[in-house]
């Protein structure tokens, strides 16, 4: 009964103790001196998904990851990287799922071409109802 209560309590506790007590990256709650590269940088982070919280972008997420990303974002825009190449780097590194906005590719043609698949099937199966009325 003892362990039971052990096993318990530490799968109640282990979402409190998910994020590390290390500090936030420094930039990962600052905002960049020159303005321009600020807004160049949040522009950017809006478009990019947190890896931890999945429906949030790294803007908006209060994750230590997506903090870890801001400031990652930060940094090499005030280094002088463009957003593209950002992007690109977090991309290479973490997959295409890392972006809102996923690049044409042979695994992700398929969510290109479903929307505009189903509209097509949905005009095709409206225009024979509409005919059969008409009879």
């Known amino acids: 009964m003892r362990r039971l209560a052990i096993l ?7 979402p409190a103790i998910a994020d590390s007590v290390l500090p936030p990256a420094e930039l990962a709650y600052t905002q960049l001196p020159d303005a321009k590269q600020e807004e160049k940088a949040t522009a950017l982070m809006k478009t990019l998904r947190c890896l931890v ?7 908006d997420s209060d994750a230590e990851m997506a903090g870890d990303m801001r400031a990652l974002v930060r940094s090499k825009i ?5 957003p593209d ?3 690109h780097w977090l991309i290479e590194r973490y997959g295409n799922w890392v972006t809102y ?5 042979r695994l992700t ?3 290109w071409a479903l929307p505009a698949l189903l509209i097509l ?11 059969r009325r008409k009879h």
């Open 85 to 87: 190449q950002v992007r």
């Open 78 to 82: 005030a280094a002088g990287e463009s």
């Open 101 to 105: 906005d996923p690049p044409l590719d």
């Open 121 to 131: 099937v949905g005009a095709f199966l409206a225009r024979g109802r509409f005919k």
């Open 8 to 14: 318990a309590a530490l799968m109640v506790a282990s």
């Open 53 to 59: 919280c999945q429906g949030q972008s790294i803007a």
């Open 109 to 111: 043609w398929p969510l």
